[in-house]
C-alpha cells in the first residue's frame, strides 16, 4: 500500500557548501504548508543538512558534482525527502552509520551524521555502490496540531 | 559577523559569541578566529557563547569538540552556553555535556568579563 502524494519537488545543485544552507530552505520552504512545529521543522532541517553536507565532504571529496534532492508531501502528513549523489559511494553502510565512525577525522567531522538523521526521522533507508553513489532517503511524519491555531480572526 | 571575541585578562578567559548557522560552510570561519586567538592569548577558560546560534548541525559538533582538545591540550578548559532548545538537543544527542558544561545564561558583562 503507498500513500498518496500530495505534492513533490525536485532540485539540483553542484555540492558546493553554500548550497548545505540552500538545500535546508528549500526543504522548509516546501513542508511549510504543513505548518510543522518549530522542533520539527529545525530537526528536518538539520537532517536534510547532515546528507547534502555528506555528499560535499565525502562523495565529491576533491571534486564538484551534482547532488538532486527529492521532497515529497505524503497523506498523513509525511515528509519524505531523498538526497542522492553520484560520489565514491560507501563500502560498508553498517559501519558508515555507527556513530562516532568517520574517515575524516582530520577535517574534525564527530562521526554524528547518520546518528543525527536516524533519531530526526522515523525512515533511513542508505543505498550505495562504491564508485557510483549514494542514495539516501528519510521520511518523517509530522505531528497533527490543533486546526484552531491557524484559524484565529486577523481583526484587531 | 559570525564570531565576536572578547577577553578578560583578569580571569583569563575568552569569550566567543557565536552567531548565525553552524553548518560545513560556516564552522571554518568560526573555528580559525577563535583558535587563533587560544594560540596568542592562551586562555585558561574558553566559553562559547551559542545565544545567537539558531541552527547547527554535526560540523557545529566537531567544532565544540576541535575547540575543547585544543583547550585541553593546552591546559584550559571549555564551558557553553546558552544554546537554543534546538542546539541543545543536537549537542544532548552527542554527549557534549561529558565534555564540559554547558549552561543557561551566562552571568557575563557586556565587556566580556566573565563571571563563572
Ligand atoms: N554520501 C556519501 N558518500 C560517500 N561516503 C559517505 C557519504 N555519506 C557518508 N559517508 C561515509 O560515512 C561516514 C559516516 O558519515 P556520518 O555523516 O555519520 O559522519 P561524518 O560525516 O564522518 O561526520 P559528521 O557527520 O559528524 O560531520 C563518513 O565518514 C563517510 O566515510
Ligand atoms: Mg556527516
Keep these: 500500500m503507498r500513500a498518496n502524494i500530495l505534492n513533490e519537488m525536485t532540485v539540483r545543485f553542484p555540492s558546493l557548501s553554500e548550497n548545505e544552507r540552500f538545500a535546508r530552505l528549500a526543504v522548509s520552504g516546501f513542508i511549510s504548508s504543513l505548518d510543522p512545529a518549530v522542533d520539527e521543522l529545525s530537526e528536518i532541517k538539520t537532517a536534510v543538512s547532515e546528507a547534502v553536507t555528506n555528499c560535499i565532504v565525502h562523495a565529491y571529496r576533491d571534486t564538484v558534482g551534482e547532488i538532486v534532492l527529492q521532497a515529497k508531501l505524503l497523506e498523513g502528513k509525511r515528509v519524505y525527502i531523498r538526497i542522492k549523489d553520484k560520489g565514491c559511494g560507501i563500502s560498508d553502510i553498517e559501519q558508515a552509520k555507527t556513530p562516532l565512525f568517520t574517515t575524516a577525522p582530520e577535517e574534525e567531522r564527530a562521526g554524528l551524521g547518520f546518528a543525527i538523521m536516524e533519531s530526526f526521522t522515523d525512515r533511513l533507508k542508505v543505498v550505495s555502490r562504491p564508485g557510483k553513489g549514494t542514495t539516501v532517503t528519510m521520511v518523517r511524519s509530522l505531528k497533527t496540531r490543533k486546526a484552531s491555531d491557524g484559524d484565529k480572526n486577523k481583526g484587531d | ?116
Design chain 2, 1 to 116: 559577523m559570525p564570531c565576536k571575541l572578547f577577553y578578560d585578562a583578569e580571569s583569563r578567559s575568552l569569550l566567543a559569541e557565536l552567531s548565525g548557522d553552524i553548518d560545513h560552510c560556516s564552522a571554518k570561519g568560526l573555528r580559525e578566529p577563535v583558535d587563533k586567538e587560544i594560540m596568542t592569548r592562551l586562555p585558561l577558560h574558553l566559553i562559547l557563547d551559542f545565544s545567537g546560534v539558531g541552527f547547527m548541525d554535526s560540523s557545529g559538533i566537531g567544532l565544540i569538540i576541535g575547540r575543547y582538545k585544543l583547550m585541553n591540550d593546552m591546559g584550559g578548559d571549555l564551558l557553553i552556553t546558552d544554546p537554543c532548545p534546538e542546539v541543545r538537543k543536537i549537542m544532548e544527542l552527542a554527549g557534549v555535556g561529558r565534555l564540559c558544561r554547558v549552561i543557561q545564561s551566562g552571568h557575563r558583562s557586556f565587556s566580556g568579563g566573565v563571571k563563572l
